[in-house]
């Protein structure tokens, strides 16, 4: 069936085409057909995962997969504490991601209960409130302020009606309605003869016709496209499964070798599977799931003291993998206010520069048109003060963004509209609609006996107003202003308005316009005492006074934001619903390229192929009247380049896009739909702590590296050791409960200490990695592989050397293991910092890691000499001279370490 582009027909067409009728609306039997046809107003359901669900999903790893299946074994062969110790990692790490993600993603409730409303409408001649749920398109809907849009509609009649469309569009502001009809190709944002699905009724009256319901709403749509929506992996989850898998594959290469060789050489099936099952459980790093938790918890905790929220544990990692950063414009980068910026009048222009604001360059350059401009911009509107006894930076400001900064505009240079309305009143008024295009306010001196306060009276009163005894202040879209006045106000004197003069007037428009400002035409007619039927009527042959141009103020800190970023490697790119114009403008404050080529309208990205598009968006980075599906084909685009995408967004009409980023990241002040697709909460909507999150990310990947190189170069030394002495027909140089202590006891605790390592200098200078960037980078190869194979040459030196001396194996066994042990406890330090050698580092910087050293210590001395551990473990008291051997090795492990650490920073210095 072919789309019906209802903002392109006439409101008669819409309700011929839907076979309703304007006046009485549908019969209740049509309803019911129409219900059985098209279904109810509702949008798709998805209930959020059970505790069970969550629970269970955090089982979903290789790694576990590899622990679960050792701990099997060990339960099958009655090894109770290596299955103990196996099963109580498993345990740990499941429960502390299961508290950490308990709130699991509830879009589309969420966005079922934005549209939970009651509804006004016309049946069979009759005014009746129905559950929007009931509605079918074709009904007559009533629209009133404060009450929201149960269905898409096209609207029949608008009387100041204007819809706060934020949620779905991006726009901010209000959109004033109209019953015209537009071209095809209007975007959403500017289609104002439609009113859509969940959005608010601010102001006015009007009557629409249902078009649209259920899927078929644009809210709909979104709510479908985030249920089609794939979330995707994490650049750590998708690593950390490739990593998992390589060591499964080893484990199961290695113990199958080890398994069937021994089982050929004709040792007993038994003691072969055993000896396989110690290889497998010194291959595994059962420290790491645990250890990997601790850190994304912290970092989620240090996210949050920065007012970031985040709601999924492996998010907080992705923060310092982004790449591109997809910023929305309003309240992220800007305030979310208007503010007067600029005042243009016949003989004088005031703006704001770079050393001053508008306030203080008014007072400076203040002259009577400027003034009178400012007073009539107060009196006509519509804002008002709830406590103006109050200093005026403390005043409760009520009525819409234009109105309210026009009034506080005014306050700051002295013009207080509630001092004004001591003097004089106002008589008459024509409220803003979308045909006319202004507000119209006819103002009127006060007789001395209505006057009730005197103060400041010689500072109130205006000569024009005086003389004339009645003002018609008229302020509105400025080309409006300009077509209905045939004079200028110039030096508080009138000059006819002149071609050249109109001229001057639009090309000053359009230079404030080009700035991204919203401007406002002021103009005034002197009225007397003259009669008129309609004040409608007596809006013409103006006095044009001046210019006002407003913007949402950039905040004081995105410029600085925007320039961190940059200095990371990180490219922003704005991508609102905005006009093209504002969107620039912020652009060009920011820093933002803003050439013909770096620049797009989402309309225009419609005229685009997928390849013609990829090719460009490498250049683009302002994108301006977007809608969900252009946020969807960014983030696609940058992600097909292997580019870790992070997407801001605070409406309905942004869950898509966040959910299909790599981090989605939503403003504290947004939708709920918004807040619960995403990764990361802005508690207060500001852009820096963006920055500041990605700064925490990238120390949590420098902290997960960290202790991947820790861990994993023990675990790959113990392999070998084990290997090797069983492929030389030598005796396990340790047994499996040996290797589950020195993993979870001597390498765990300060494995998870290294959590708690604080951020390294400079960490925002280096670039982000790619999708396909290795979790181990050749520094880490190096010093698991290289330098473990090192070590190992040396352990199993030791080994022959003691097979030799004819020692008791116990007492054997016992030496390798507080070997391993103390190579573990003495490396961690050089462990801290991988980009620095170890006389570089503080080493007391960390006291989580200090303390987890001397438990470690304590535990391994604890392990050799307390009798019950000597059971458990099978160990043996040893004397001085061994342990002067034992740290003599971990000395040279250090040694080893720090200076293929030299080698490579030595190399970075000169590339």
């Known amino acids: 069936m072919a789309h019906t582009y209802w903002h392109a027909l006439s409101w008669q067409e819409a309700i011929k085409k839907l076979d309703s009728n304007a006046e009485n609306g549908l019969s209740q039997d049509e309803v019911l057909l129409r219900q059985k046809k098209i279904g109810k107003n509702t949008l798709p359901e998805e209930r959020p995962l059970s505790g069970v669900m969550i629970f269970f999903g955090q089982l979903k790893s290789p790694l576990i997969y590899i622990l679960l299946a050792a701990g099997t074994v060990a339960l099958f062969f009655r090894e109770w504490p290596d299955a103990t110790v196996i099963f109580g990692a498993v345990l740990l790490n499941t429960a502390v991601g299961f ?106 009256k009007g009557r629409a016709v249902a078009v649209a319901t259920g899927n078929k709403t644009e809210v709909g749509r979104i709510a479908v496209l985030v249920k089609e929506t794939k979330e995707e992996k994490t650049p750590l989850q998708k690593k950390l499964a490739n990593f998992s898998k390589v060591i499964g594959i080893v484990v199961v290469f290695m113990t199958g070798f080890i398994f069937l060789g021994g089982i050929a050489k004709g040792e007993p099936f038994l003691e072969m599977f055993m000896t396989s099952v110690a290889v497998a459980v010194a291959a595994i790093p059962e420290g790491l799931p645990v250890a990997m938790t601790v850190i994304l918890t912290l970092g989620m905790q240090r996210i949050l003291k920065r007012k970031g929220l985040v709601r999924k544990l492996v998010a907080a990692e992705i923060l310092g993998s982004t790449s591109i950063i997809a910023t929305d414009k309003t309240l992220t980068l ?23 604001g508008w306030e203080d360059v008014f007072k400076r350059n203040f002259n009577e048109e400027q003034n009178f401009l400012m007073k009539a911009a107060a009196l006509c509107s519509q804002a008002f003060v709830e406590n103006p006894e109050e200093l005026y930076p403390f005043w409760r400001v009520r009525g819409g963004p234009t109105d309210s900064a026009l009034l506080l505009a005014g306050a700051m240079v002295g013009i207080r509209k509630h001092e004004l309305e001591i003097v004089y009143k106002k008589e008459d008024e024509i409220p803003f609609n979308a045909e006319n295009k202004y507000v119209a306010a006819l103002i009127g001196a006060k007789p001395a006996s209505e006057i009730t306060r005197e103060t400041k009276i010689s500072l109130i009163r205006d000569p024009i107003l005086e003389e004339a005894e009645r003002v018609l202040f008229v302020s509105g879209a400025p080309e409006k202003i300009i077509e209905i006045s045939n004079g200028v106000l110039h030096g508080r004197g009138v000059e006819k308005m002149k071609p050249e003069m109109a001229l001057r007037l639009q090309e000053q428009l359009e230079e404030m316009t080009s700035r991204g400002l919203r401007v406002v035409g002021v103009g005034y007619k002197e009225m007397r005492d003259e009669k008129y039927n309609r004040l409608e009527d007596e809006v013409n042959d103006l006095i044009f006074i001046g210019f006002i141009g407003l913007k949402d103020p950039l905040r004081p800190e995105a410029k600085e934001a925007i320039g961190l970023c940059r200095k990371a490697g990180m490219k922003p790119i704005i991508v609102t619903g905005d006009h093209l114009l504002t969107a620039k403008a912020i652009g060009e404050e920011i820093g933002l390229k803003t050439g013909a080529k770096n620049i797009i309208n989402g309309p225009d990205i419609d005229g685009m192929t997928e390849k013609e598009f990829q090719e460009r968006v490498k250049e683009i980075e302002i994108y301006s009247r977007v809608e969900p599906r252009h946020k969807l084909m960014i983030v696609g685009a940058w992600q097909k380049m292997g580019k870790v995408v992070a997407m801001t967004g605070d409406g309905i009409n942004d869950a898509p896009a966040l959910k299909k980023a790599d981090i989605g990241i939503a403003l504290g002040s947004g939708t709920d739909v918004a807040k619960e697709v995403s990764d990361l909460i802005l508690l207060t909507d500001n852009f820096s702590i963006i920055v500041a999150a990605i700064e925490e990310g990238r120390a949590i990947i420098d902290n997960i590296r960290k202790v991947i190189t820790y861990l994993l170069s023990d675990s790959f030394t113990e392999t070998i050791l084990v290997g090797a002495s069983l492929l030389l027909g030598w005796p396990l140089p340790l047994t499996a409960v040996q290797i589950l202590w020195i993993n979870l006891i001597e390498d765990g605790l300060p494995g998870v200490a290294l959590a708690f390592e604080p951020k390294e200098a400079g960490i925002l200078e280096r670039k982000p990695k790619d999708h396909n960037a290795h979790l ?119 040694l080893l370490i720090e200076a293929a650490k030299y080698y490579f920073i030595a190399r970075h210095r000169t590339e």
């Open 99 to 204: 508290f950490q993600e308990r709130k699991a993603s509830r879009a589309l409730f969420a966005l079922k209960k934005v549209v939970r409303i009651k509804a006004d409408i016309i049946r069979e001649g009759h005014e009746i409130e129905i559950d929007h749920q009931e509605i079918v398109p074709g009904d007559i809907v009533i629209l009133s302020a404060g009450k929201k849009t149960p269905a898409d509609a096209r609207l029949i009649e608008a009387r100041g009606l204007s819809v706060n469309e934020a949620p779905l569009t991006g726009e901010w502001l209000s959109a004033v309605k109209s019953t015209h009809a537009l071209k095809e190709d209007t975007s959403l944002a500017d289609r104002d003869n439609m009113v859509y699905m969940g959005t608010a009724i601010v102001e006015g």
């Open 334 to 356: 800007t305030e979310g206010k208007m503010q007067v910026e600029k005042t243009f009048t016949w003989d004088a222009a005031i703006a704001t520069n770079a050393k001053h």
């Open 776 to 894: 181990l980078t050749k520094e880490m190869k190096v010093i698991i592989f290289f330098i473990g194979i090192a070590t190992d040459i040396l352990l199993l030196g030791l080994l022959w050397w003691l097979l030799n001396d004819s020692r008791e194996l116990n007492h054997i066994r016992t030496i390798m293991f507080a070997a391993l042990g103390i190579d573990s406890l003495f490396y961690i330090f050089s462990c801290k910092n991988l980009r620095k050698n170890i006389w570089q580092v503080n080493p007391f910087s960390n006291k989580f890691l200090v303390l987890s050293w001397l438990v470690g210590m304590t535990a391994l001395a604890a392990a050799v000499y307390l009798p019950f551990l000597n059971v458990l473990l099978e160990t043996v008291p040893l004397d001085f001279g061994e342990w002067i051997i034992i740290l003599g090795l971990g000395v040279a492990n250090i």
